[in-house]
């Protein structure tokens, strides 16, 4: 599972990094530690985050969406069930899994696929007690691209909502050895044409877990436990 991690990048990195042409905004982003939309009291606290899509000529395109997603029937409301990651199952059909949840059925059959970037992620090891936190992150790129699925939403006031969820599949060695069974999809940047363009059956085929070769991992304080912490985990004692 992959529902806690961090964007910390201006939009001059990252559109740099997805080789955009297009005059990038000021500023950038700056959360330490990001997660999906949650219920507060009565209301919602949403998170929203950059989305790359591919527009009609094929070129790639950021939108902002909120995470996670919001099917077309909660009409722009927080689904009563988990939606922040979509999992495809190794051993099992995909007509199963992805193709067949009513949650994301739409958005893959109608090719809706994005990339979301992320600096790192956090995983927990399920062995320890209490549950120790890890950031994972990509050796040589200082922003990963994980595969996602975005759809729309209607509110019942009539507004247009973008929203997005996480692909994850089996976990490889570096995530089994911190005691973690998902792993998130990423797609390498050789492929984002691919995952974004190609054909069902071509994405399909992405949804691999990544290479272990390709990730580091390091155990970072238990402080990262509670969502309100947003500080640079990295130049953090490994303290509670």
Same mark, same amino acid.
């Given at each position: 599972?992959?529902?806690?991690?961090?964007?910390?990048?201006?939009?001059?990195?990252?559109?740099?990094?997805?080789?955009?042409?297009?005059?990038?905004?000021?500023?950038?982003?700056?959360?330490?530690?990001?997660?999906?939309?949650?219920?507060?009291?009565?209301?919602?606290?949403?998170?929203?985050?950059?989305?790359?899509?591919?527009?009609?000529?094929?070129?790639?395109?950021?939108?902002?969406?909120?995470?996670?997603?919001?099917?077309?029937?909660?009409?722009?409301?927080?689904?009563?069930?988990?939606?922040?990651?979509?999992?495809?199952?190794?051993?099992?059909?995909?007509?199963?899994?992805?193709?067949?949840?009513?949650?994301?059925?739409?958005?893959?059959?109608?090719?809706?696929?994005?990339?979301?970037?992320?600096?790192?992620?956090?995983?927990?090891?399920?062995?320890?007690?209490?549950?120790?936190?890890?950031?994972?992150?990509?050796?040589?790129?200082?922003?990963?691209?994980?595969?996602?699925?975005?759809?729309?939403?209607?509110?019942?006031?009539?507004?247009?909502?973008?929203?997005?969820?996480?692909?994850?599949?089996?976990?490889?060695?570096?995530?089994?050895?911190?005691?973690?069974?998902?792993?998130?999809?990423?797609?390498?940047?050789?492929?984002?044409?691919?995952?974004?363009?190609?054909?069902? &059956?071509?994405?399909?085929?992405?949804?691999?877990?990544?290479?272990?070769?390709?990730?580091?991992?390091?155990?970072?304080?238990?402080?990262? &436990?509670?969502?309100?912490? &947003?500080?640079?985990?990295?130049?953090?004692?490994?303290?509670?």
């Amino acid at each position: 599972m992959c529902a806690r991690g961090a964007q910390v990048f201006s939009w001059q990195q990252l559109f740099a990094h997805l080789s955009l042409t297009d005059t990038p905004p000021e500023g950038g982003l700056q959360r330490f530690n990001l997660s999906p939309s949650q219920a507060v009291g009565e209301g919602v606290a949403w998170t929203r985050v950059p989305a790359v899509v591919s527009d009609d000529s094929h070129s790639p395109k950021v939108h902002g969406m909120i995470w996670p997603l919001i099917p077309y029937w909660c009409h722009g409301e927080l689904p009563r069930f988990s939606t922040a990651n979509c999992r495809s199952e190794p051993d099992e059909a995909f007509t199963k899994t992805v193709a067949s949840k009513p949650a994301f059925r739409d958005a893959w059959q109608k090719n809706r696929r994005c990339l979301i970037p992320f600096s790192w992620f956090y995983e927990w090891d399920q062995r320890t007690k209490p549950k120790q936190p890890w950031m994972v992150s990509l050796k040589n790129e200082a922003i990963m691209m994980m595969a996602g699925l975005w759809d729309t939403t209607q509110t019942r006031a009539g507004d247009t909502w973008l929203s997005c969820t996480i692909m994850t599949t089996a976990p490889n060695d570096l995530l089994q050895s911190i005691g973690h069974h998902r792993s998130p999809v990423l797609i390498e940047k050789e492929h984002w044409h691919t995952w974004l363009s190609g054909s069902a &059956n071509q994405a399909q085929d992405l949804l691999q877990p990544p290479p272990s070769n390709d990730l580091q991992s390091q155990p970072v304080s238990m402080k990262i &436990n509670n969502p309100k912490f &947003n500080e640079d985990i990295r130049i953090i004692d490994n303290k509670p």
